[in-house]
């Protein structure tokens, strides 16, 4: 059965600091997907990581792929309030690109001035 | 664009009764997908369709059933709703492709008393 999980669950940052999400997930996968959720709204897309090594920046989050570890990282730098949310990994439940995710628990960010 | 549409957006049902909730994209995605989101648990996939007249079983799929007609169309329906199926539900779809992220609904508020 394939597991992702995610660590922390919840993370309370101040403003201008900088920390990492960590993504374990169970089985081997080749892609692996970072989601933004808003409070009440819908998923949003962040990162696709498609190999070994990938690593993607947008802004302040920079994502990286470690696929011989089974490890994804989602690093915030100098956090503004803006990126509090809910943030997702998730990976393909049968490693290809059928659109079937499995998702972790998600991890809360909150960033305090 | 419109994307992912999904109806309603809030629904309250009595325990027992039936009812279908509608996605529908006009992106020409092949991948549907139904998840649903509980507190704590992340998203879980209930049912995937890979294309019209395909569709197979996710992690939770007891007590729903889909169809796919249309490319455009994946309804979910609720045989016999239970206090259990309260949650938020969010349908998704995504293209063939090596980077296909998906593109979720805003999903529809569920609560059965």
């Known amino acids: 059965e394939l597991k992702v999980e995610q660590n922390p669950l919840f993370l309370s940052m101040q403003e201008g600091k900088n920390y990492t999400i960590y993504c374990n997930y169970s089985t081997t996968s080749d892609r692996l997907y970072w989601y933004r959720q808003d409070p009440g709204k819908s998923l949003e897309s962040l990162f696709v990581?498609?190999?070994?090594?990938a690593v993607k920046q947008e802004g302040r989050l920079m994502a990286s792929l470690d696929t011989k570890a089974r490890l994804s990282t989602l690093h915030i730098t100098a956090a503004v309030h803006d990126l509090s949310a809910t943030y997702f990994c998730a990976v393909d439940s049968y490693g290809g690109s059928q659109g079937n995710l499995i998702f972790g628990k998600g991890t809360k960010l909150s960033v305090k001035p | 664009n419109a994307g992912v549409t999904q109806t309603p957006k809030f629904q309250v049902l009595k325990t027992g009764q039936s009812m279908t909730l509608q996605c529908a994209q006009d992106?020409?995605?092949?991948?549907m997908s139904w998840y649903r989101q509980d507190p704590g648990m992340g998203l879980r996939l209930i049912h995937y369709s890979v294309g019209a007249g395909i569709t197979d079983q996710g992690e939770v799929p007891n007590g729903y059933n889909v169809s796919r007609s249309t490319t455009e169309d994946f309804p979910l329906r609720l045989l016999s709703a239970a206090p259990s199926q309260t949650s938020v539900y969010f349908c998704?779809?995504?293209?063939?492709?090596?980077?296909?992220?998906?593109?979720f609904g805003q999903g529809t508020r569920l609560t059965v008393v």
């Open positions: 990581l498609l190999s070994n090594g």
């Open positions: 998704a779809s995504s293209y063939v492709g090596l980077s296909s992220a998906a593109f």
């Open positions: 992106m020409n995605h092949e991948y």
